[in-house]
C-alpha cells in the first residue's frame, strides 16, 4: 500500500473478494526525513501515514517493511551508473522488476501468502496473460511488462477493469481519505525533482562538448552528459544557433568521449530498434519473426512493427519512423486482442 488511492481501493477489492489480505507499506528511504512531506512521490512519510488509515479503515492488518538497501542496490545505483553510462533508464520498471515482484513478492511467498495485490492500472484475464488497462490514459502494462511468467502467476492487479474516476468515486464511497489525493508523478527517491542536481552529487562536473552532428563544430559545452537525453531539446544553452535557424535536439551521448551530440528534429527519426536480455511473458521465446506493436517510452505512442528474435535479444522493425528512440529504456511488445491488449514480452533497448 504506497498510500495513493489505487492501492487502497486495489485493497479494498481483495478484501471483499474474501481474500485474506495484509496490507504491506515499503519504506524505501535510507533517511525518511530526506522525503519531504507533500512530495508527489510515492514514498513520504506522509504516504505511510495515509497508508495505515486506509488498512485501519478496511480492518486490516498493515506492516512497513524496510526495503531501503535493496532499494538503494537495485534502483538508486542503477539509475545513477545507467545515467552515466549514457543511457535513460525507467526507475519504475526497475522498481517493478527488482522490488515490488521480486523482493517483496519473495518474501511474502516465505511468509505463507499466495500473491502480492497492487494498484497498478493493468489486467489479468482468466488466460492469465498480462493486458493493458481498459483506462488506456492511465495504463500501466508497459512498465510491468519485465515481469516473468511465474511472478504474473503470483500477482494481482484489480483495478484493470475500472477507469481512474471510477476509482476516485469508489474510494470515497468507501470513506478512504485518499480519494483526491494527487497521483505521483515525481522519481520518488530525488525528493526535489531536481535529476540533474541528484546526478551532479553523485556523478560530480564533467566538463564536456556539444556538437552538431551535421558540421561537426563544437556549439556548446556542458557540466555533465548525464544530463541530457536523446531527443531532448530545452536546456542545451548552445553557443552558435543552427545555420538554418532551426531547433536542435539531442541525437545521441557518448560517455567515451563525454560528448553531447544535437542536430535537427528529423535526425532523431529511427525506423530499427535494437533490444536486449528480452523477458517474454506472453508465451515461450517466438521462433519466427512476429507482427506486433510496440511502444518505446512508458507514455509513448504505439507503432506497428516486426520483431525479429535472436539468441541475442530482438530487432524490432518499425511500421513508421519514431524519434527520441532512447537506449536504456524498455521496448514493449502488444499483441492486438478484442479482449485488451496483450503483452508478449519485452526487451531493454540499446540502438
Avoid at 32 to 43: D, I, L, M, V, W
Avoid at 105 to 129: E, I, K, S, Y
Avoid at 205 to 222: I, K, Q
Avoid at 273 to 294: F, I, Q
Wanted: glycine share 10%; net charge negative.
Amino acid at each position: 500500500m504506497s498510500g495513493g488511492v489505487d492501492s487502497a481501493v486495489a485493497a479494498a477489492r481483495a478484501v471483499e473478494a474474501g481474500h485474506d489480505v495484509t496490507g504491506v507499506h515499503l519504506a524505501l528511504a535510507r533517511n525518511p526525513q530526506t522525503y519531504r512531506t507533500g512530495a508527489r512521490g510515492c514514498c513520504t512519510l506522509e504516504d505511510s501515514r495515509d497508508a495505515r488509515r486506509a488498512a485501519d479503515v478496511l480492518g486490516i492488518p498493515f506492516y512497513v517493511w524496510d526495503m531501503a538497501d535493496r532499494f538503494h542496490a537495485d534502483v538508486v545505483d542503477d539509475f545513477v551508473a545507467e545515467y552515466a553510462a549514457g543511457r535513460t533508464p525507467n526507475p519504475c520498471l526497475r522498481c517493478n522488476e527488482k522490488i515490488k515482484f521480486a523482493a517483496v513478492l519473495d518474501r511474502a511467498v516465505a511468509l505463507g501468502f499466495d500473491a502480492v495485490v497492487t494498484g497498478h492500472h493493468a489486467r489479468l484475464g482468466p488466460d492469465g496473460l498480462l493486458r493493458r488497462s481498459v483506462d488506456v490514459a492511465k495504463d500501466q502494462s508497459y512498465v510491468l511488462a519485465v515481469l516473468t511468467r511465474e511472478q504474473l502467476d503470483r500477482s494481482m492487479f484489480p483495478l484493470g477493469d475500472s477507469t481512474k474516476a471510477q476509482v476516485r468515486a469508489e474510494a470515497a464511497r468507501r470513506g478512504l481519505a485518499v480519494a483526491d489525493k494527487p497521483d505521483s508523478h515525481d522519481i520518488c527517491f530525488i525528493a526535489d525533482g531536481d535529476t540533474r542536481g541528484f546526478l551532479a552529487d553523485r556523478l560530480g562536473e564533467t566538463p564536456g562538448d556539444v556538437v552538431d552532428a551535421l558540421t561537426g563544430a563544437v556549439v556548446g559545452s556542458h557540466s555533465g552528459a548525464y544530463a541530457y537525453t536523446v531527443g531532448q531539446r530545452r536546456g542545451l544553452h548552445l553557443d552558435r544557433p543552427a545555420p538554418d535557424g532551426r531547433p536542435r535536439y539531442v541525437l545521441s551521448i557518448t560517455p567515451k568521449t563525454n560528448t553531447v551530440t544535437v542536430g535537427p528534429a528529423e535526425a532523431l527519426e529511427v525506423t530499427e530498434v535494437s533490444a536486449e536480455r528480452p523477458v517474454w511473458t506472453g508465451g515461450p521465446r517466438p521462433d519466427h519473426l512476429v507482427e506486433c506493436e510496440v511502444q518505446l517510452r512508458a507514455h509513448g505512442d504505439v507503432t506497428p512493427a516486426t520483431v525479429t528474435v535472436d539468441a541475442h535479444g530482438l530487432r524490432a522493425t518499425l511500421r513508421r519512423p519514431v524519434r527520441g528512440v532512447a537506449a536504456g529504456q524498455a521496448i514493449v511488445a502488444y499483441r492486438p486482442d478484442p479482449a485488451g491488449d496483450v503483452v508478449l514480452g519485452s526487451a531493454t533497448i540499446t540502438v
